[in-house]
Structure formats: structure tokens, C-alpha cells
């Protein structure tokens, strides 16, 4: 299984980004995607996930109204658009799997794989 994360660069404050997470090795329309963020000497932060048939979402208070997850069953990808970006919003940013879940989806320890991480830097 192998999750890659692309889309991160440096933006400024208000700007937007769309992140991407392509997923291979596995039955993507399975699979729960969520996405975290980790900030230096942070610990990693739930960002938001949708569940394997696309039907809910869920947000982290902290970006909610202002990102929104999606995913293309199609070419197995979950995307991550990133509104009105805020300084407090740079960090790596990781998608994680897991298998036919829609429970305790905030907490890493849920998720059985992980991508690399992007990072995304943001300027005021």
C-alpha cells in the first residue's frame, strides 16, 4: 500500500491550496481517508476525514468552514482544499487509511497507513 501526498508549497496568509493524496496497493473505495497535520514540536492533528463510501465528513473545529475533503474514487485520490490559509495552519500535512471505519477517526492510532507528508508553509 503506498499513499502520496503532493500539493504543498509556501502561500500566504489568505491564499488557497489544494493538497492530493494518491492511493495505490489497496481497495481504495474501502477505505476511510483522513488527513492530518503536524507542526514542529507539535503533536500530529487531526484535520478531517471521509468515510469510504463519500457519504460524511469531518472536520476539525480549527478548519472547519474553511477546508474541504473529497475523494475520486476514480483515480483513487482524496484531495484537501485549503481555504483562507492562516499562518497557525503550516505544518506537514499527511493522509492516512483505514479500512471500512467511521469511528474515533480523530485519533492517528485509527489509521493502518500513512503517506509522507507535504509540507505547507504559510506567510502572513
Same mark, same amino acid.
Given at each position: 500500500? %503506498?499513499?502520496? &501526498?503532493? $500539493? $504543498?508549497?509556501?502561500?500566504?496568509? !489568505?491564499?488557497?491550496?489544494?493538497?492530493?493524496?494518491?492511493?495505490?496497493?489497496?481497495?481504495?473505495?474501502?477505505?476511510?481517508?483522513?488527513?492530518?497535520? %503536524?507542526?514542529? !514540536?507539535? &503533536?500530529?492533528?487531526?484535520?478531517?476525514?471521509?468515510?469510504?463510501? !463519500?457519504?460524511?465528513?469531518? *472536520?476539525?473545529?480549527?478548519?472547519? !468552514?474553511?477546508?474541504?475533503?473529497?475523494?475520486?474514487?476514480?483515480?483513487?485520490?482524496?484531495?484537501?482544499?485549503?481555504?483562507?490559509?492562516?499562518? &497557525?495552519?503550516?505544518?506537514?500535512?499527511?493522509?492516512?487509511?483505514? %479500512?471500512?471505519?467511521?469511528?474515533?477517526?480523530?485519533?492517528?492510532?485509527?489509521?493502518? *497507513?500513512? $503517506?509522507? $507528508?507535504? %509540507?505547507?508553509?504559510?506567510?502572513?
Amino acid at each position: 500500500v %503506498q499513499l502520496v &501526498e503532493s $500539493g $504543498g508549497r509556501s502561500v500566504q496568509a !489568505g491564499d488557497s491550496l489544494r493538497l492530493s493524496c494518491a492511493a495505490s496497493g489497496l481497495t481504495f473505495s474501502w477505505y476511510t481517508m483522513g488527513w492530518f497535520r %503536524q507542526a514542529p !514540536g507539535k &503533536e500530529r492533528e487531526f484535520v478531517g476525514a471521509v468515510i469510504w463510501t !463519500g457519504t460524511s465528513t469531518y *472536520y476539525s473545529d480549527s478548519v472547519k !468552514g474553511r477546508f474541504t475533503i473529497s475523494r475520486d474514487s476514480a483515480k483513487n485520490t482524496v484531495y484537501l482544499q485549503m481555504d483562507t490559509l492562516k499562518p &497557525e495552519d503550516m505544518a506537514v500535512y499527511y493522509c492516512a487509511a483505514v %479500512q471500512r471505519t467511521n469511528t474515533q477517526l480523530a485519533m492517528p492510532r485509527t489509521y493502518t *497507513y500513512w $503517506g509522507q $507528508g507535504t %509540507q505547507v508553509t504559510v506567510s502572513s
